[in-house]
């Protein structure tokens, strides 16, 4: 019987759903995360009877057919980059992207990855970094007397030094944004790398032409609607029991098959 098998289909593809949600629901705190949302396509048709053959020798067409669907794949996992909430941390070197953009990041190996989770800290040379020890590119170091840091909205950086007055500039923050963010590969520890679906990286100023500006002592928040997850979650559930009680179904028919005498 197909039905065991196209419930079966079902099934898997709601249990992937539900792990998607699950991690969609851990990371609700989680700065700069990106909800992801699973998508599924249906299988190959098996075909009884073609749409569209002749039934006769007169020419007489059949309109409908006979094609009976094979279940449900797994097609893709979006991750959804739709703008999350700003929080105000009133540390300085905290920052969120307001509008597009990720900031950049120099890993150990000498790629460049990217983020939307601006909480920064200084390393023991004065470099901004991430949470974990990560240089922000381009690098910039803070003088190790600085009394005050600020970070316009376009990303420029300045200090004030001990006996002066005016603030001296030590660098100039770029963000990068990308035609297809969504084909981003998420690495986990908030970034991502550039991957062929995504598109080639553009660089440049905040608040220029298709990138956001930067708002200091903010951080962005998870973007996970917990209302509308936990929605999903119960139409996963749902929709995991319907293919299952299928499968019942499906068995007590084999079993009446099977008494027959």
Same mark, same amino acid.
């Given at each position: 019987?197909?039905?065991?098998?196209?419930?079966?289909?079902?099934?898997?593809?709601?249990?992937?759903?539900?792990?998607?949600?699950?991690?969609?629901?851990?990371?609700? @705190?989680?700065?700069?995360?990106?909800?992801?949302?699973?998508?599924? $396509?249906?299988?190959?048709?098996?075909?009884?009877?073609?749409?569209?053959?002749?039934?006769?020798?007169?020419?007489?067409?059949?309109?409908?057919?006979?094609?009976?669907?094979?279940?449900?794949?797994?097609?893709?996992?979006?991750?959804?980059?739709?703008?999350?909430?700003?929080?105000?941390?009133?540390?300085?070197?905290?920052?969120?992207?307001?509008?597009?953009?990720?900031?950049?990041?120099?890993?150990?190996?000498?790629?460049?990855?990217?983020?939307?989770?601006?909480?920064?800290?200084?390393?023991?040379?004065?470099?901004?970094?991430?949470?974990?020890?990560?240089?922000?590119?381009?690098?910039?170091?803070?003088?190790?007397?600085?009394?005050?840091?600020?970070?316009?909205?376009?990303?420029?950086?300045?200090?004030?030094?001990?006996?002066?007055?005016?603030?001296?500039?030590?660098?100039?923050?770029?963000?990068?944004?990308?035609?297809?963010?969504?084909?981003?590969?998420?690495?986990?520890? @908030?970034?991502?790398?550039?991957?062929?679906?995504?598109?080639?990286?553009?660089?440049?100023?905040?608040?220029?032409?298709?990138?956001?500006?930067?708002?200091?002592?903010?951080?962005?928040?998870?973007?996970? @609607?917990?209302?509308?997850?936990?929605?999903?979650?119960?139409?996963?559930?749902?929709?995991?029991?319907?293919?299952?009680?299928?499968? $019942?179904?499906?068995?007590?028919?084999?079993?009446?098959?099977?008494?027959?005498?």
């Amino acid at each position: 019987m197909r039905s065991l098998s196209i419930a079966a289909t079902g099934m898997l593809a709601q249990q992937l759903n539900v792990e998607v949600i699950s991690n969609n629901i851990a990371n609700m @705190n989680t700065t700069g995360f990106k909800r992801q949302r699973a998508e599924f $396509q249906d299988l190959l048709y098996q075909t009884v009877e073609r749409v569209g053959s002749t039934s006769s020798d007169s020419g007489t067409v059949v309109p409908a057919g006979v094609q009976i669907g094979l279940g449900v794949k797994a097609a893709a996992v979006y991750n959804i980059a739709e703008q999350g909430n700003l929080q105000s941390t009133s540390n300085p070197l905290d920052m969120a992207i307001s509008g597009a953009g990720y900031f950049q990041v120099t890993l150990p190996t000498g790629d460049t990855a990217y983020t939307r989770a601006g909480s920064f800290q200084l390393s023991p040379t004065g470099e901004i970094v991430t949470v974990d020890g990560y240089t922000v590119d381009p690098a910039i170091t803070v003088p190790a007397d600085a009394l005050q840091v600020t970070i316009n909205a376009s990303g420029q950086v300045s200090v004030q030094l001990p006996n002066t007055v005016a603030e001296s500039i030590v660098g100039q923050l770029t963000l990068a944004n990308f035609p297809n963010p969504a084909g981003l590969d998420p690495q986990g520890d @908030n970034l991502f790398l550039e991957t062929t679906a995504s598109g080639a990286a553009t660089t440049g100023t905040p608040g220029a032409t298709g990138l956001g500006v930067i708002e200091q002592g903010f951080v962005e928040t998870s973007n996970v @609607n917990t209302v509308t997850e936990i929605t999903n979650l119960i139409t996963a559930q749902r929709a995991y029991e319907m293919n299952s009680k299928v499968i $019942q179904t499906s068995d007590e028919m084999l079993s009446t098959i099977n008494r027959l005498r």
